[in-house]
């Protein structure tokens, strides 16, 4: 089976001890495959990215040995592709203009009294699906069960998660009609990353666990635009002092990379490898074989 892997970080600050374990763990795999491994700058949300930093974080993954096998993509040149798959969408009657304010939702939930956990994005109440009332566009929106609905697809979504095991998400229900552009205008990064792992030919997708909940997301996506449904591997996250995510959000720090072995170390720890004191060359080496191995990892199924 042919392999093509990547890495899609978002250039909001330098890589941080978390991404460069999903850098790590994406490589590795890649690697054990024979296959390729691609590396996709996602800054569709320019107002979170940081000059220079997409440049920064291909210099430390190089620095740690970790090089793409093809040019780099930036998703910031994707508007093109991500306007036709929302035409497509459109013109099969899937998505919808939606001109609720943040504090209409936000207003209407509370009515439903809806809770809203943390780390998790709002469930729309579907105000806008069946017309704007009068109000002006500024989103599109996804029509989640008309999707499921014409496409026939089981409720709730179910996939395998190589490293966790079977997932299921009633994605209508615990996550309503999501966004596929927002209302600045800027493409969300649901369309975004669906697009372009397809464009790209991905057929593996190793990340942190912290995006598990997106994937029932992106797979009806999948589905919706006719696209393939890779395989998907949650790698586990790296928890800072205080027990929370490692993430550019909550202030982890940039990797010290004045000795990149002992963080590829430190990243390699947290997939369960065994350290390599040589060098960086081969610890790679000595990782892709035990990653051949799927001893190493524990629970972790073959592809
Ligand atoms: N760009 C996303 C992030 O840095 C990752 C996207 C993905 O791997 O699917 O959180």
Known sequence: MPYVGRFAPSPTGPLHAGSLVAALASWLDARAHGGQWLVRIEDVD???????ADQLILQQLATCGLVPDVPVMWQSQRSDAYQAA????IAKGWAYPCGCSRKEIEDSQALMSHARERHT???YPGTCRNGLNGKAARAWRLNVQRVIDELQLATPLTWQDRLLGSQQQDVAKEVGDFVLRRADGLWAYQLAVVVDDA???????????DLTDNTARQILLQHALGLATPSYMHTPLVLGENGEKLSKQNGAEALDLSDPLQALNRAAQALKLNPCLTTIDDALHQWVQASRSPAIVPQRQSV
């Open 46 to 52: 320019t107002p979170r990215c940081i000059p220079g």
């Open 121 to 123: 994005a709002a469930v």
């Open 86 to 89: 929302l035409n497509t969408l």
């Open 199 to 209: 464009a790209q030919g991905i057929t593996h997708i190793v990340r942190g666990a």
